[in-house]
């Protein structure tokens, strides 16, 4: 069992940042890719950023390239996604998420635990 707990949402103007991070328990962590995840009002949840578990792959929504960057602490058990040059759109619920698998899958479905979820609001 593996809880996931995000933190660092809020409101940021548009230009500004965010670091989102997220705490998970037990003694697997590096066991499971990781993943960051969005879900806007009216949208699928769609995968911002993976990471594979032992940190050495990564993967970018088209969207976010060159301006969000994932990484993790498997000491610290933690993921964290830094957001830079945040538009409008990038407001959502951002959640984290946990496969046990390699690498970071892009379906939903395939991962095993998710985080409560934290909101980013982005103002024009």
């Known amino acids: 069992q593996v809880q996931l707990v995000e933190s660092g949402g809020g409101l940021v103007q548009a230009g500004g940042s965010l670091r989102l991070s997220c705490a998970a328990s037990?003694?697997?962590?590096?066991?499971?890719?990781m993943g960051w995840f969005r879900q806007a009002p009216g949208k699928e949840r769609e995968l911002v950023a993976g990471?594979?578990?032992?940190?050495?792959?990564?993967y970018y929504a088209d969207s976010v390239k060159g301006r969000f960057t994932i990484s993790r602490d498997n000491a610290k058990n933690t993921v964290y996604l830094q957001m830079n040059s945040l538009k409008p759109e990038d407001a959502a619920v951002y959640y984290c998420?946990?496969?046990?698998?390699?690498?970071?899958?892009?379906?939903?479905?395939?991962?095993?635990?998710w985080g409560q979820g934290t909101q980013v609001t982005v103002s024009s």
């Open positions: 998420a946990a496969d046990l698998a390699p690498y970071a899958s892009g379906r939903a479905y395939e991962y095993d635990y």
């Open positions: 037990g003694r697997t962590f590096s066991s499971y890719a």
């Open positions: 990471i594979s578990r032992s940190g050495s792959s990564t």
